[in-house]
Each structure stands twice: as structure tokens, then as C-alpha cells.
């Protein structure tokens, strides 16, 4: 099973696109007949690493937005592969999907194959709703899956 965990706030207007982009992807991933659940949340904590280390988690994918230009030509969704050795284990204010990662592996002896699957935010003033700029990208998804390995985000061996 692929679990998808989408975080932001969608009362911050583009925050709240790593949500939507959960919802996206998990359709997509459904209709290509894959097994998958989402976890929607404000931030990560720790104990999240515990869904993680699920016996039926076969990979998971963590979706999230980033501060973007558009003048900088920032405006495409990005995928990089995530690994516990990607951030810091320390339990701050702001827990990363590093450390998520991290705690899975240390508390639950669990280190399933891992994704960061970022959208461009430029707009995080108060209030609902994502700026143009980040709904286009956001319309992307289908192509940018496209461009993936066949399969992702599962492990191709």
C-alpha cells in the first residue's frame, strides 16, 4: 500500500495546496489500480512515523508546499526521493519527513521507500483558496506522473 500524507494549513491559501495535491494524487494513483490511503494533517509529528512503519506500507509519499518565485520560473511540482539521512532527527517546532523517516526506522525498524512531492506556493496570506499560479501547477500532475518511472512510487525491484 502506498500511503500519501499531505500537509499544510488551507486557511493560508497556497499552504493548502500539498493537501489538494494529496487528494490528486491519490485519485491518480487509484486509477491506476493502486492500493493507497492518505493522511491529511497541519504539520508533521512524530507519531506519524507509526503509519509509516505499517507492515502494508510499501512506499510513502509526503506532500508538502514549498515558497516559490514565479518570476524565478519556480512554478513546476518537483518529486525527490526521501531518505532518512535526508534531515535532521531533532524534535522541533518543525518536524521534516526526514525525521518522520527517521523514527520508523529507529523506533519500528521500518524504512520504506520515500518521496518529497512539493507545489509552488507564492500566496500564504490569510484566507482560503490557492493563487492561479499554484492551481496550474496543480493541473500538472497527470503530466508530471507521466515522466516518472513506471510504477512510482513503488520500489521497482
Excluded at 502506498?2 to 488551507?10: C, T
Excluded at 512554478?75 to 531518505?83: I, S
Excluded at 526506522?105 to 483558496?129: I, K, N, Q, V
Amino acid at each position: 500500500m502506498i500511503l500519501i500524507i499531505g500537509y499544510g494549513n488551507s486557511l493560508r491559501r497556497d499552504d493548502g495546496a500539498g493537501l489538494i495535491l494529496a487528494e490528486k494524487l491519490e485519485d491518480e494513483l487509484r486509477r491506476r489500480e493502486l492500493d493507497v490511503e492518505r493522511i491529511a494533517v497541519h504539520q508533521l509529528t512524530a507519531d506519524l512515523a507509526l503509519s509509516v512503519a505499517a507492515d502494508a506500507v510499501t512506499a510513502v509519499v509526503f506532500v508538502d508546499t514549498r515558497v516559490a518565485a514565479a518570476e524565478a520560473g519556480q512554478t513546476d511540482l518537483l518529486v525527490h526521493p526521501l531518505g532518512a539521512e535526508h534531515g535532521s532527527q531533532s524534535l522541533g517546532h518543525h518536524v521534516g519527513p526526514a525525521a518522520i523517516l527517521t523514527y520508523a526506522r529507529l523506533l519500528y525498524d521500518r524504512s520504506p521507500p520515500a518521496w518529497l512531492l512539493t507545489a509552488p506556493g507564492f500566496d500564504f496570506d490569510h484566507g482560503e483558496g490557492l493563487s492561479d499560479a499554484a492551481e496550474r501547477a496543480l493541473d500538472t500532475l497527470p503530466a508530471v506522473l507521466e515522466r516518472l518511472p513506471p510504477g512510482w512510487p513503488l520500489p521497482t525491484n
